[in-house]
T-cell receptor, first 115, second 115 residues
Framework: DTGVSQNPRHKITKRGQNVTFRCDPI?????LYWYRQTLGQGPEFLTY????????KSRLLSDRFSAERPKGSFSTLEIQRTEQGDSAMYLC?????????????FGPGTRLTVL | GESVGLHLPTLSVQEGDNSIINCAYS??????FIWYKQESGKGPQFIID?????DKRQGQRVTVLLNKTVKHLSLQIAATQPGDSAVYFC??????????????FGAGTRLAVHP
């Protein structure tokens, strides 16, 4: 499968615990995005990487959230001291710059449930 | 501010009928729009896009119409099939400094196709 992959697909944790999600973009896609999606809503932009550089962060990304893309390939999103409000689907997308204005290819998401 | 919304949360159609999903946007400076389809448990999947210098674009069984005067976007699906059942999002592409972009999604419309 050459699409965007995300692990784990589901994560259940207790409030206050730390969680980390991984995203593997499509090979050679230098742009990587994280979004959060709550039930019944569209995805909301969280952050953007071009290669290993994090170039944009949403105000939704509180201090408890951190994202990395150390080698410009896979990315991780960590949430510290999880809260029930963090329960959502976390989506990763990747793209390449080009004439199509950067169509984004989404992964299947990681569904987080905070108890 | 920027916002993308949808007129109807749920649309039920008979198999074989045509479907029309509507979307309103508020940022008159937006120049690129995308329709995504999201099936249960999956990430959004690109369907079709349109630039603001166009008012219509056709794909396979899908047509997107853009009315910049009233800031309205629609997705038409011809001969709707059970496999078209999903949530449909319109997204507004926001260009950021550095030449990259982020997507602003609406809340989505659920399309239910009945035999």
């Amino acid at each position: 499968d050459t699409g965007v992959s995300q692990n784990p697909r589901h994560k259940i944790t207790k409030r206050g615990q730390n969680v980390t999600f991984r995203c593997d973009p499509i090979s050679e896609h230098n742009r990587l995005y994280w979004y959060r999606q709550t039930l019944g809503q569209g995805p909301e932009f969280l952050t953007y990487f071009q290669n290993e550089a994090q170039l944009e962060k949403s105000r939704l990304l509180s201090d408890r959230f951190s994202a990395e893309r150390p080698k410009g390939s896979f990315s991780t999103l960590e949430i510290q001291r999880t809260e029930q409000g963090d329960s959502a689907m976390y989506l990763c997308a990747s793209s390449v710059p080009g004439l199509d204005l950067g169509e984004q290819f989404f992964g299947p998401g990681t569904r987080l449930t905070v108890l | 501010g920027e916002s993308v919304g949808l007129h109807l949360p749920t649309l039920s159609v008979q198999e074989g009928d045509n479907s029309i999903i509507n979307c309103a946007y508020s940022n008159s400076a937006s120049d690129y729009f995308i329709w995504y389809k999201q099936e249960s448990g999956k990430g959004p999947q690109f369907i079709i896009d349109i630039r603001s210098n166009m008012d219509k674009r056709q794909g396979q069984r899908v047509t997107v119409l853009l009315n910049k005067t009233v800031k309205h976007l629609s997705l038409q699906i011809a001969a709707t099939q059970p496999g078209d059942s999903a949530v449909y999002f319109c997204a507004e592409n926001i260009g950021l400094s550095g030449g990259y972009n982020k997507l602003i999604f609406g809340a989505g419309t659920r399309l239910a196709v009945h035999p």
